[in-house]
């Protein structure tokens, strides 16, 4: 289970920080993100990080969100910087996991959290 928490409505050019936890009968996760949809887009990748700390960040958003990971606790945060009208969205996290009952890794989604950035 992915518990996301942070989102809320800012104006342009401020900062907001996105929280997520995992639960469960957890083996090891291996990549965790975020990722967003904006209304009548597809979902997209924003940010994710290895378990070895290796990030991956979307274009328009390198230099202005940072994302975090801590493996101990199992939670990954995303802290978003100078935001736009533009990075209005739902936000998901994302972690690629294995639990003890599974014999390879899956896909897990948090329910989503909103941002909206005002002009």
């Known amino acids: 289970q992915l518990q996301a928490s942070g989102g809320g409505l800012v104006q342009a050019g401020g900062s907001l920080r996105l929280s997520c936890a995992a639960s469960g009968n957890i083996f090891r996760i291996y990549d965790m993100g975020w990722y967003r949809q904006a209304p009548g887009k597809q979902r997209e990748l924003v940010a994710s990080m290895s378990r070895d700390q290796i990030t991956n960040y979307a274009g328009s958003v390198k230099g202005r969100f940072t994302i975090s990971r801590d493996n101990a606790k199992n939670t990954v945060s995303l802290q978003m910087d100078s935001l736009r009208p533009e990075d209005t969205a739902v936000y998901y996290c994302?972690?690629?996991?294995?639990?003890?009952?599974?014999?390879?890794?899956?896909?897990?989604w948090g329910q989503g959290t909103l941002v909206t950035v005002s002009s």
């Open positions: 994302n972690a690629v996991a294995r639990t003890y009952y599974s014999a390879s890794s899956l896909n897990y």
